[in-house]
C-alpha cells in the first residue's frame, strides 16, 4: 500500500457503519502505481469491512470496467457502486448525505470546485473532503486540483491542511470549522 491509499484509511478509520464515502474518479489501472493509489480498491475493502454505502464516480467507461474488473477479482464488487456521469451532474443528484467526500478526478481545478459545489448541499455537518493532486500539475496552478478550491473552500471557514503523499504529490484534507 502507497502513502496515498494510506492516508485515505487513516482518514476515514473513524467511519462506522452506514456512513456514505463518495469518490469522484475511480482507478485506472488494473494494479497499485506510485502516481495512483488505488483508493478505489483501498476504499471498497473499507466500505465492506464498516458497511458503508460507497459510491466511485467517473465519466471513463473504460476506467469503470478496469475498476469492476479489479473489484470483481477481489470479490468487493458488491461493495461499491460504479457509477457512469459527470462528477458535478451526479453529486448534485445524489439523495445521500455524504461523510467522506474523495475528489480525484481529472487534473483540472474547475472540475474540483463545480464537484465540492455539487455536493456541498449533501455534505454531512462533519464531513471531510479530501482532494487529491495538490501540487504543480500545470504552470502557473501550484495547487494542482485545488487551485480553485481549496481558496474557495478557506473563504467559507473550512480548515485545509495540505498533506505529502507519494514523492511530489500532496493531498489535501478539508474540514469545516465548528
Known sequence: MNAKAALLLELTEGLGGGMVVVEGGTMRAPQE???????????ARRAKERGWR????????????????????????????????DGATVLFDMPDSI???????????????????????????SAIVAVDDIQEI????PLGKGERLLPALQARGWTVEVTPTEPGYAMAICRRLS
Open 54 to 85: 460507497f459510491v466511485s464516480i467517473d465519466n471513463d467507461l473504460d476506467a469503470l470496467i478496469n475498476a469492476r474488473t479489479v473489484l470483481f477479482a477481489e470479490s468487493l464488487d458488491g461493495a461499491v457502486t460504479l457509477q457512469v456521469g
Open 99 to 125: 461523510d467522506f467526500l474523495y475528489l480525484d478526478g481529472a487534473a483540472d481545478p474547475g472540475e474540483a470546485l463545480a464537484q465540492f459545489e455539487a455536493a456541498k448541499g449533501n455534505l454531512a455537518p
Open 33 to 43: 502505481v506510485a502516481s495512483d493509489g488505488a483508493s478505489t480498491l483501498y476504499l
Open 138 to 141: 500545470r504552470p502557473g496552478e
